[in-house]
């Protein structure tokens, strides 16, 4: 039989401090294995993330992604230490667009690991990057894929490691899961924005998809749990992203404890 997957929970890092707080708490609770944020521009993740961080004392606290063209290795490791992120718990998400991509995420995985001994998750969309961060990484994040994709990114992933002669690093997938109308009209006003970045239009191009059709639209809490079957053994953990209607407590909790 299948290892059990391992769900984490994840929410926009511009939400207020009370949101991250009181998801974090539950999330650990109801006993998921990781709480994550991103990194949304001018919004510092690594803040956002020390909320949760505040609240909580054994689940993983996962940040994705920083992006490494916008914020160096050692701007990234003053962040971790400013905000008093334990690294045992840290799973510290880092990715790069196009150009020097590859070469850039190797350089700042190589820079981050000599000062920092925290896991280190680097962010793949493409073929080489999943293939750099099997060679690489401690772990892998996938965004905006369908369950058969990640399948064969994960492949990718294990022949870099394999050929690097190491482990091969687990493996994560950003799933965005939206419960009722309201949150589903957000939900595809998100994949809009995303097809509309050429790495990800391109992305979704080679799936032969739309955005939408990578993410879980559900009207129930048992609709989640049918869409959710789909992703065994595709990834060793789906990151279940909220897509509320509201940016509320009530809301994110709601979801959280339909997933």
């Not at 689940?59 to 971790?80: F, K, Y």
């Not at 059709?213 to 989640?224: F, Y």
Request: charge should be positive; proline fraction near 6%.
């Amino acid at each position: 039989m299948a290892q059990e997957m391992a769900r984490g929970f994840a929410v926009f890092a511009g939400v207020s401090p009370e949101i991250i707080r009181a998801s974090a708490r539950e999330a650990e609770a109801k006993g998921f294995a990781s709480f994550w944020v991103n990194h949304p521009g001018p919004v510092d993740g690594l803040g956002s993330l020390a909320h949760a961080a505040a609240e909580t004392r054994r689940i993983d606290l996962g940040v994705g992604v920083i992006p490494l063209h916008t914020r160096g290795p050692q701007s990234i490791v003053e962040g971790v230490r400013q905000h008093g992120l334990a690294p045992a718990r840290l799973l510290l998400g880092v990715g790069s667009p196009n150009p020097q991509a590859l070469k850039r995420v190797r350089d700042g995985v190589d820079a981050l690991r000599k000062s920092l001994a925290t896991r280190v998750i680097v962010a793949a969309l493409g073929p080489k990057m999943c293939e750099l961060s099997g060679e690489i990484a401690d772990g892998v994040l996938f965004n905006w894929l369908t369950p058969e994709y990640a399948r064969r990114s994960a492949e990718l992933v294990a022949a870099g490691a394999k050929r690097a002669g190491r482990p091969v690093p687990r493996t994560y997938a950003y799933v965005r899961v939206a419960l009722g109308a309201a949150a589903a009209e957000r939900l595809n006003d998100e994949g809009g924005r995303y097809s509309a970045i050429p790495a990800y239009g391109a992305h979704f191009e080679r799936m032969g998809v739309k955005p939408v059709d990578t993410a879980i639209a559900a009207t129930s809490p048992e609709a989640i749990t049918t869409a959710l079957a789909a992703w065994r053994g595709a990834v060793d953990e789906v990151v279940l992203r909220a897509i509320v209607a509201k940016d509320t407590i009530e809301d994110h909790l709601t979801l959280l404890r339909a997933c």
